[in-house]
């Protein structure tokens, strides 16, 4: 256990470089399984995420060699395992190694993945999806088996635009036999690294932009080489905080393209935010923050994922600002922490009112997922004095050196084991 060390009250500037997407990492270590072959992945971010998601690859017979931040994953000797265990049980990602396994395998056994603070996080568009790709899927209790003589392609229709069930489908239908159609699919930047990414090793993918992925499935894969896109959300979080200490800084190599729903409302915030080919400047040294109304969405909305960050900066509003959590039916958990900062926070269900208060005051907090503890982070970095944010582990599965990137922008922090 450990924890963050921050005597705020300092505005951030400087230059800051935004690591490799963990939400696009992940879904395309899982697909090195699809290939048999040498996959060489740069800019992959060094977080617990992507180690466990590594270490499953090992377990499955995969070797994984790292040089900096360069990961070359060899599948040519992969082989079935039953995906359990703790990389399974802390890191639900790991589901979408189903399809990945059904496509190379043709079957997987998982153990079933508990829910967790955000959400209970069902799994039943992933499983129904793979049936109608003609997987039998059993559930045995504590596993789901999933065993197929042949995946055949189809034209399957989303109850929701989910990001994982999404990929659990590109990640078999690649090796379907015929077409595959995925409608209302999850847009995310990171769905189109993944297609990326199997167009790369030979899959025959075509990403439109209106939630429609069409897949024709091929028995023949190739070696790959790939960069893994920028992490919109770290890049995001990055601009929370020079909001949130009225600071002006450069997010090197964060890709604006990626980023309209966020820069929209950090522009309308009060932030003078500028786009350019290789990274985004931020200035908030005029000091004020305009309340905002935002509602969390599938890509192209505002991201679930910035909520907490966002939700940090806006406690210091000149107004009362209102956030709708539309995605995940818990993700508040930072609500209460960020209240013992002094912030004025009530909370309806998935709405949260917050009315702005001049400064926060320093405290000890807890994180109860990754970006909570980005959250309170951020909010630790707002006001004088020291504050102590615990739940280090959550944070650390989604930023690779976060006390590194925020100390090199001027921030007083620094981990205590
Ligand atoms: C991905 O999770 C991300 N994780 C999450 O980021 C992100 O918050 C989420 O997408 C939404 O953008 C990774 O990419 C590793 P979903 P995922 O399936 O795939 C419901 C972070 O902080 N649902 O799009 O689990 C679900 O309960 C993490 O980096 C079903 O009902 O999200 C949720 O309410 C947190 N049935 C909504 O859909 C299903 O079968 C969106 O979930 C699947 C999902």
């Known amino acids: 256990m450990g924890r963050y060390i921050i005597n705020g009250g300092k505005r951030l500037f400087g230059t800051v470089n935004v690591h490799g997407s963990k939400n696009a ?38 070797s994984v060699l790292w040089e900096e931040s360069t990961v070359v994953v060899d599948s040519s000797k992969a082989h079935f395992i039953v995906l359990d265990g703790d990389e399974v049980s802390k890191m639900r990602s790991s589901v979408i190694f189903v399809g990945a396994f059904c496509g190379r395998f043709k079957r997987a056994r998982v153990a079933k993945p508990g829910g967790c603070k955000i959400g209970k996080r069902p799994l039943d568009i992933h499983f129904d ?123 090197k190599n964060a890709a604006p393209e990626h980023m309209k729903g966020i820069l929209t409302i950090f522009d309308d915030m009060g932030g003078k935010i500028e786009s350019h080919k290789d990274g985004i400047h931020c200035n908030f040294m005029n000091g004020v923050i305009y309340p905002q109304k935002i509602k969390t969405g599938a890509y192209p909305a505002f991201p679930t994922d910035m909520q907490p960050q966002i939700m940090a900066v806006l406690t210091l509003s000149v107004g ?7 995605v995940f039916e818990n993700r508040f958990g930072h609500v209460p922490e960020l209240c013992k900062m002094g912030a004025d ?73």
Request: with cysteine; net charge negative; aromatic share 6%.
């Open 345 to 417: 926070i009530s909370c309806f269900g998935r709405k949260a009112v917050i009315n702005g208060v001049p400064y926060l005051e320093a405290a000890e907090v807890s994180a109860s997922d990754l970006r909570a503890g980005a959250g309170l982070i951020i909010a630790a970095l707002s006001c004088g004095g020291t504050s102590f944010v615990y739940g280090t582990e959550y944070i650390m599965r989604g930023y690779e050196n976060i006390e590194k990137s925020l100390s090199a922008l001027g921030a007083d922090i620094r981990y205590e084991n």
């Open 25 to 62: 990492a992940l879904p395309i270590l899982c697909a090195c399984i699809v290939n048999s072959g040498i996959n060489i992945i740069h800019n992959c971010p060094k977080i617990t995420d992507v180690y466990n998601t590594c270490r499953l690859l090992e377990k499955a017979g995969c």
């Open 320 to 326: 009362e600002s209102i956030i709708i959590e539309s």
């Open 129 to 251: 999806s793979l049936e109608k790709l003609g997987i039998d899927v059993i559930d045995n209790g504590d596993y789901i088996d999933c065993v197929c003589s042949e995946i055949v392609g189809t034209e399957l229709n989303l109850r929701l635009p989910s990001v994982g069930a999404t990929e659990n489908i590109m990640l078999a239908a690649v090796s379907a036999t015929g077409k595959t159609v995925i409608k209302n699919a999850a847009m995310e930047p990171e769905i189109q690294a993944l297609a990326d990414f199997l167009k790369c090793i030979g899959a025959d993918i075509d990403f439109c932009s209106d939630g429609i992925i069409t897949i024709e499935g091929v028995n023949e894969f190739k070696n790959s080489e790939y960069t893994i896109i920028p992490d919109r959300i770290e890049a995001g979080t990055f601009l929370a905080a020079c909001a949130a200490t009225k600071g002006e800084i450069f997010l």
